[in-house]
């Protein structure tokens, strides 16, 4: 307890550097603000610190042994396996109307289906589905089912002779996935062709043909599951859920379990981290803080010769490079500051050769590490822990787009291409009349789930990496390995819920 002092002694040096890493204000599918809150702002951060604290307090007192692991699941009841079929059939039917609609479409992103299918019903929409019924993407997912349905006719044409899938390298982990999720935001937030529907259907093309290509290379399953962005990021963000799917049963188990009962491994640190600063440029590129000042960065490379669309593009791919560099930087501080420093000056000091005995120098073997695990090992190893955190600022950040613009979804998909329908007709679907209720929840209950996702999603980080401990380190230390990542957590949320009061 006397070390809590000094921990919270910490955030006033850091509120400083780490405020670009947390959500603000978006043009068009930011956080809602609220000036006129019945709490003020101060009393909900103090409110959160509190929680915090006692939360981390209370896991050091009484959650003294890892017990996640072993958490039992319950298993409610079995779907047909061949259901999978016409789910994907029904993802490849998507893909299809959003390549058609992008391409002979009208091309204005507010009337074409394909713009608002990918930004919020495949990027919002999907992650909100997944973290109440589990991960539905998996069998949604248009490119597995191609894959699949591709390799069952190779094998029923070529027989024994089709060739087996070239091995996946084990060192590639989930790095593509992670490159790839950075390119999607790159694409959403920087592309100057963003909102041009035929565009966006050229980039969906060229994305299937790549992903094409390396599912015949390296088999359908293990390429989707490292190197498509949307499945390897869905597929953590559905470990939340309460509800687990697998070959054809529905579990149920508490939320967040599954989260650490999955092993990561390499890449899923970078995965998460992108998630959470895409995220986080997304907010802060459009906000009022720094809105202006990107947009006069923007006209002194306009000067230079440079669109001013490409001046913007620069601007936003700098600033996203930024953030996400200064989000890995607080992660790897997090994560370095759950071993001691002389601990690390110890075991530095202790690592020896293991050469033979009347060996030369130059045979020696490598020299082997004792004493603590290195950083790296750490950050893949409490990977888990950051997905809450991940979540937690997609539901904070993307809430009031979905609430709002994703019920347009029914209204373009009754007409995806947005052709001029004549009065009183509703589409193929019949709801192509269909208008947005911006009155079904007020502004003051969005900020409210806000601040609640921010925090439950802060709480549950905490336990994760709590329980993560136990298993990496003595009980001794478990939970004064934490502190660091208590400040980070701390920081984070009380600049988050400053950002959120103060747009």
């Not at 000091?349 to 120098?361: D, H, I, L, R």
């Amino acid at each position: 307890m006397r070390n809590i002092d000094s921990v919270l002694r910490r955030l006033a040096p850091l509120t400083a550097a780490l405020w670009l890493a947390l959500p603000a204000a978006a043009h068009a599918h930011g956080l809602v603000g609220r000036r006129d809150l019945p709490v003020p702002a101060w009393l909900f951060a103090w409110a959160a610190v509190a929680v915090l604290v006692v939360s981390f307090v209370g896991l050091g007192a009484l959650w003294r042994e890892a017990r996640l692991r072993r958490v039992k699941e319950r298993r409610l009841f079995a779907v047909p396996a061949w259901l999978e079929i016409p789910l994907g059939a029904l993802g490849i039917a998507l893909l299809a109307l959003v390549i058609a609609a992008g391409l002979f479409g009208v091309q204005i992103d507010t009337a074409n289906f394909a713009p608002t299918a990918i930004f919020v019903g495949l990027w919002v929409g999907v992650p909100f589905l997944s973290l109440l019924v589990g991960d539905v993407y998996r069998v949604l997912n248009p490119l597995r089912a191609l894959g699949r349905a591709t390799g069952w006719v190779a094998g029923r044409v070529a027989g024994d002779r089709l060739p087996e899938p070239l091995a996946f390298p084990d060192r590639w982990g989930r790095w593509p996935a992670a490159f790839g999720l950075f390119a999607f935001a790159w694409f959403e937030l920087a592309f100057p062709g963003r909102s041009d529907p035929s565009q966006l259907a050229v980039v969906v093309v060229l994305f299937c043909v790549f992903h094409g290509v390396g599912m015949s290379l390296y088999g359908t399953e293990k390429w989707i599951d490292r190197c498509d962005p949307f499945g390897a990021w869905f597929s953590w963000v559905a470990t939340i859920a309460p509800l687990r799917w697998e070959r054809g049963v529905v579990f149920l188990r508490p939320p967040g379990v599954g989260t650490a009962q999955r092993a990561p491994i390499s890449g899923d640190a970078a995965l998460v981290i992108v998630a959470i600063a895409t995220t986080t440029w997304d907010g802060l590129s459009g906000g009022d803080v720094l809105g202006t000042t990107l947009a006069d960065l923007a006209n002194q490379f306009a000067n230079t010769g440079l669109s001013v669309t490409w001046s913007n593009a620069v601007v936003e791919t700098v600033g996203m490079l930024l953030v996400t560099g200064l989000v890995t930087a607080l992660i790897y501080g997090g994560v370095r500051g759950m071993v001691p420093h002389s601990a690390r000056v110890t075991a530095a000091k202790a690592t020896v050769p293991t050469a033979e005995p009347g060996a030369s120098e130059a045979s020696s073997a490598p020299a082997r590490r004792t004493g603590p695990p290195s950083v790296s090992s750490l950050i893949r190893d409490f990977a888990p822990a950051l997905v809450p955190i991940g979540v937690a600022y997609a539901v904070g950040h993307y809430l009031s787009l979905l609430a709002f613009q994703g019920q347009a979804i029914p209204q373009l998909l009754s007409n995806p291409l947005g052709n001029e329908l004549a009065p009183g007709d509703g589409g193929w679907l019949g709801t192509a009349g269909w208008t947005i209720n911006y009155d079904w929840l007020s502004a003051n209950a969005i900020w409210y789930l806000q601040v609640g996702s921010l925090l439950a999603g802060h709480i549950l980080s905490l336990v994760l990496s709590h329980d993560r401990a136990l298993e990496r380190f003595p009980k001794r230390r478990a939970a004064r390995s934490q502190r660091a990542m208590l400040v980070v957590a701390v920081v984070f949320t009380c600049t988050g819920l400053w950002l959120l009061s103060a747009v």
